[in-house]
């Protein structure tokens, strides 16, 4: 049996939330760990999917396939974009944040290891293609690029179990989602409420954390959609959750897969995100004409309520995830997707909005500018100058710089903010 026991502090790295336990973790003890594989409806969804045929890039630290629970797992098509990882993306950091991402490939995709596969991770999804798109050297910001090639190369749902913000992530998130991609990211581990990052992603599936009650953890971040007393809703909320930990006590946690083949103790919506995109695998295999609108629909439309309130709560957006009812479930078919969509064409100027095309049920009524739609960015004003007065096109290219700068100073706000 292997056994990993590492000292590290929990630290907050590039976006993810490291904690490492002190103690040692046997093999042995693994699968019965994980105890949302039943209470999640995993080991049912698992007689009927297990993902075949669906590629889903796990944007991370990189994987180690030989990991024994990640052995027998599909790996294809993945990319380095750190500059000191494998061209395959499959060679994992050598410090402690190398551990992640072999952690969230196996809670996705894991097959465990031993007689009949009895011991180890087990994941939704362990007939899926993993497509492996490792980063985070600190000398730039390859996540908009990391989107952008999971789009581009096929895959079908892309892990984000990392924190992401900004313009060139949200150009990525679009050409993502006008692609049929499903995109699962992490809320955050702070616990404080939702602002920034993510939730700027309108269509962007947000995973929460729970325990194993099934309430939100205390660390896991929370949020229903933004909204300004004036212009309305300009942030989406969480929308599923996932497991976070076993207890509220910060020192029962879950079991992850490292490199080298051991287990080290974690906690964290990095985890509740993998599985939950595991689940998104499940479904779109067994559905492989539904596109990704109603693949999310049927998801978060199946999930197991938590919180008060009416759906979707604060807590945990529509529920928890449930992988049975997900794949059996009479679930209505809908138009578009329910938590919104972006376009890098759409933009409202009344709420200082870019790139929101819908806000999905987080707000029915949002429409973009109608102007802004019709009129391809940058283009020239082509009606003709009216005798008198100021010339059109001089009036247009004035508040054209205007709402530049307001649109700019906007964003900057939010940024800092964040």
Not at 87 to 110: C, E, N, Q, V, W
Not at 113 to 129: E, F
Not at 273 to 283: F, I, R
Not at 382 to 402: D, F, R
């Amino acid at each position: 049996m292997n056994v990993v026991s590492r000292v590290c502090q929990g630290v907050v790295v590039t976006g993810v939330v490291w904690s490492v336990s002190v103690s040692p973790v046997w093999a042995d003890s693994i699968r019965d760990r994980q105890w949302w594989v039943s209470a999640m409806g995993i080991d049912k969804s698992l007689q009927m999917s297990q993902g075949e045929g669906v590629k889903v890039c796990v944007v991370d630290s990189g994987v180690d396939p030989t990991h024994p629970d990640l052995r027998d797992v599909t790996f294809a098509g993945g990319k380095d974009m750190s500059g000191g990882g494998a061209p395959d993306g499959l060679k994992p950091y050598k410090d402690y944040r190398g551990a992640h991402g072999t952690g969230m490939a196996a809670y996705i995709s894991g097959t465990g290891h031993g007689p009949g596969k009895s011991a180890g991770i087990i994941g939704a999804a362990p007939k899926a293609t993993i497509m492996s798109v490792s980063w985070g050297d600190g000398r730039h910001d390859p996540i908009p690029e990391a989107v952008q090639y999971c789009a581009e190369a096929g895959a079908k749902v892309i892990n984000l179990s990392i924190g992401g913000s900004g313009e060139q992530l949200a150009s990525a998130v679009a050409l993502a989602e006008s692609k049929d991609v499903v995109l699962v990211a992490a809320v955050g581990n702070d616990g404080k409420k939702l602002f920034g990052g993510w939730s700027d992603m309108f269509g962007t599936m947000i995973v929460g954390g729970v325990n194993q009650n099934l309430q939100r953890h205390e660390l896991s971040t929370w949020g229903g959609p933004n909204r300004n007393e004036l212009k309305g809703v300009y942030s989406q909320g969480v929308g599923v959750c996932g497991p976070f930990a076993t207890s509220s006590r910060p020192e029962v946690k879950v079991p992850q897969a490292v490199p080298g083949g051991g287990y080290e103790d974690e906690m964290g919506t990095s985890v509740a995100t993998a599985v939950v995109t595991g689940v998104v695998a499940a479904v779109r295999a067994k559905y492989p004409e539904m596109d990704a609108a109603n693949v999310i629909n049927r998801v978060i439309k199946t999930a197991k309520k938590s919180g008060s309130g009416p759906v979707p709560t604060p807590d945990c957006g529509w529920g928890v995830v449930d992988a049975a009812a997900a794949l059996t479930a009479d679930v209505p078919k809908v138009d578009s997707n329910p938590l919104g969509q972006l376009d890098d064409k759409a933009e409202n100027l009344e709420r200082n909005i870019f790139r929101v095309k819908s806000m999905g049920l987080w707000d029915p009524s949002y429409k973009p500018d109608a102007q802004s739609q019709a009129k391809p960015s940058g283009s020239p004003a082509m009606s003709a100058e009216p005798a008198g007065g100021p010339p059109v096109g001089l009036i247009v290219g004035v508040v054209g710089v205007g709402s530049a700068l307001v649109g700019g100073v906007y964003w900057w706000l939010r940024r800092r903010r964040a």
